[in-house]
């Protein structure tokens, strides 16, 4: 049986995120130039992403630069945004023929402005799209996301907006970049590394981890269906008793 025919469409990951990792070392094995393992990472970013939408994955959130990623050296820092703008242009085609919606979580301001106006662009021109959700986390740290939720919601205590008694878990979350977003609930991260590297801290708090040592150039669609089929192996207890989940 094909891994394909093994997957439970019934019992997807609602929302699955992505740490694209091992782009570096994949070009370093093939003695070639960091820059050839980002762009041979943006081919697997379009089979992940047209894989995801097929089985009906109703949210992808990719970690495509780190609000840490600024201290790269300057010229793979410019090529990783050169990469961004050419793929924004080439897959808009795409994610409007597959009726995809693109949203981008982060510090956006701090990008190119090249990069915003295209980002910008695509996000408008998606926006009505329902079949599945793609988001980028571009200048993205977790850190910030809940420091700038906090300040956020400090200002409407200080203005007499809301009251500190009304803050729970659910105004913390609608003041998150993902407000619009469920939890996460499959994390997988590529090229063996075990971490999070600030990745959606609060939105991972019942999340599945899936880590392979397959780098991110070489993630295939069966890459992708193995991890969901490892998600769907696991009992999902939410801090619950297997007896009462059953
Ligand atoms: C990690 O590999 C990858 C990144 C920091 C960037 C991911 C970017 C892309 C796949 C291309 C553009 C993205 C989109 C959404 C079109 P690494 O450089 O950390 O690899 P290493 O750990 O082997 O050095």
């Known amino acids: 049986m094909s891994l394909l025919n093994k997957i439970n469409t019934d019992n997807l990951p609602k929302h699955l995120a992505i740490i694209m990792d091992g782009n570096g070392r994949w070009a370093k094995q093939k003695g070639m130039l960091r820059a050839f393992g980002h762009e041979n990472g943006?081919?697997?970013?379009?089979?992940?992403?047209?894989?995801?939408?097929?089985?009906?994955?109703?949210?992808?959130?990719?970690?495509?630069?780190?609000?840490?990623?600024?201290?790269?050296?300057?010229?793979?820092?410019?090529?990783?945004?050169?990469l961004l703008i050419s793929s924004l242009k080439k897959e808009l085609e795409t994610l409007v023929k597959n009726n995809i919606k693109l949203n981008a979580i982060g510090n956006l301001d701090n990008l190119p402005k090249v990069v915003q106006k295209e980002l910008l662009e695509v996000i408008e021109k998606t926006k009505m799209n329902t079949r599945m959700t793609l988001t980028l986390a571009l200048s993205y740290g977790s850190r910030e996301e809940i420091l700038n939720a906090v300040k956020k919601i400090s200002d409407k205590v200080k203005n007499n907006i809301i009251s500190i008694d009304s803050i729970d878990e659910t105004v913390l979350n609608n003041h998150l970049y993902t407000h619009d977003l469920t939890d996460v609930d499959l994390v997988v991260r590529?090229?063996?590394?075990?971490?999070?590297?600030?990745?959606?801290?609060?939105?991972?708090?019942?999340?599945?981890?899936?880590?392979?040592?397959?780098?991110?150039?070489?993630?295939t669609e069966e890459h992708l269906y193995e991890a969901i089929i490892s998600y769907q192996k696991r009992e999902r207890r939410f801090g619950k008793t297997s007896e009462q989940i059953k």
């Not at 894989?51 to 840490?68: D, K, M, P």
């Not at 999070?196 to 880590?211: G, R």
């Open 190 to 219: 590529t090229s063996g590394e075990h971490r999070i590297s600030n990745f959606l801290l609060w939105q991972i708090a019942y999340a599945e981890f899936y880590f392979t040592d397959v780098l991110w150039p070489d993630f």
């Open 42 to 82: 943006t081919k697997s970013v379009r089979t992940t992403v047209e894989a995801c939408a097929r089985l009906g994955i109703e949210n992808l959130t990719l970690y495509a630069f780190s609000t840490e990623n600024w201290n790269r050296p300057k010229l793979e820092v410019e090529l990783l945004m050169k």
